[in-house]
Nanobody, 127 residues
Framework: QVQLVESGGGLVQAGGSLRLSCAAS????????MAWFRQAPGKEREFVAA????????TYANSVKGRGSISRDNAKNTVYLQMNNLKPDDTAVYYC????????????????????WGQGTQVTVSS
């Protein structure tokens, strides 16, 4: 089992920035690909960003490319999502997710590929 706890959400004005954190416990963090997803009211959960076990490979949704940055600190068992130039459309509950790397280096964007999820942190962007 992997336990994930997100933090760092809040209310921010459009154009502002937030740094979300996700602390992991329970298993060897460095063996898990990590990702961020988000879900806005009335919408399906969508992929935001993912990072490989070593942090050397990342991938982003087009909607956040250039504004978002995912990173991880394996010594601290933590993954981060830095979001800049926030827009009202970024308002959502942001979830951290983990997938055991196994034999694959592929970074998946589908939520069903990830086995472990945090409880989410609310991000609200006011216009």
């Amino acid at each position: 089992q992997v336990q994930l706890v997100e933090s760092g959400g809040g209310l921010v004005q459009a154009g502002g920035s937030l740094r979300l954190s996700c602390a992991a416990s329970g298993r060897t963090f460095s063996l898990y690909h990590m990702a961020w997803f988000r879900q806005a009211p009335g919408k399906e959960r969508e992929f935001v960003a993912a990072i490989s076990t070593s942090g050397s490979t990342t991938t982003y949704a087009n909607s956040v490319k250039g504004r978002g940055s995912i990173s991880r600190d394996n010594a601290k068992n933590t993954v981060y999502l830095q979001m800049n130039n926030l827009k009202p459309d970024d308002t959502a509950v942001y979830y951290c997710a983990a997938r055991y790397r196994g034999a694959t280096i592929t970074l998946y964007v589908e939520d069903y590929r990830y086995s472990y999820w945090g409880q989410g942190t609310q991000v609200t962007v006011s216009s």
